[in-house]
C-alpha cells in the first residue's frame, strides 16, 4: 500500500541546517506530485515547498525561497528538503504528502491524497 515516512527532524540551532526525507513505498515518488507542509502548535498546516511529478518543477513557500531546497532521488524512491539558515519561525511538524492525481504540485492540503507521520523541527538556542 501507499506509504510515506519522514525522518531527518531534530532540535537544531538558529542558523543551523537540517535534511529531512519522505521515503515513499507502494508507489514511485517521481510520477506524482510531492509536498512539504509544516504546522506550528496553533497554527493550521502550510505549504513549504513541492516538487511536480517527474519533468515538472518544483515550489516554494515566499519565506523559505533561498533558504531551502527539495530534490529528488528516484533510485531511493524518496523526496529530500534541505533547510539552511534556520530560524525559531521554521519550528514544526514537517510532513510530506503525495497528490496522486496532479501533474504539477501546490500547497493546497484537501489535492494530497497521502500523508506521513511527520517529523518535528525544533529551532531554539
Known amino acids: 500500500q501507499v506509504q510515506l515516512v519522514e525522518s531527518g527532524g531534530n532540535l537544531v540551532r538558529p542558523g543551523g541546517s537540517l535534511t529531512l526525507s519522505c521515503a515513499a513505498s507502494?508507489?514511485?515518488?517521481?510520477?506524482?506530485?510531492i509536498g512539504w507542509f509544516r504546522q506550528a502548535p496553533g497554527k493550521k498546516r502550510e505549504g513549504v515547498s513541492c516538487i511536480s511529478r517527474r519533468g515538472f518543477g518544483s515550489e516554494y513557500e515566499g519565506s523559505v525561497k533561498g533558504r531551502f531546497t527539495i530534490s529528488r532521488d528516484d533510485s531511493k524512491n524518496t523526496v529530500y528538503l534541505q533547510m539552511n539558515s534556520l530560524t525559531a519561525e521554521d519550528t514544526a511538524v514537517y510532513y510530506c504528502?503525495?497528490?496522486?492525481?496532479?501533474?504539477?504540485?501546490?500547497?493546497?492540503?484537501?489535492?494530497?491524497?497521502?500523508w506521513g507521520q511527520g517529523t518535528q523541527v525544533t529551532v531554539s538556542v
Open positions: 504528502a503525495a497528490d496522486m492525481w496532479r501533474d504539477y504540485c501546490s500547497f493546497n492540503t484537501y489535492e494530497y491524497d497521502y
Open positions: 507502494g508507489f514511485t515518488a517521481g510520477d506524482y506530485a
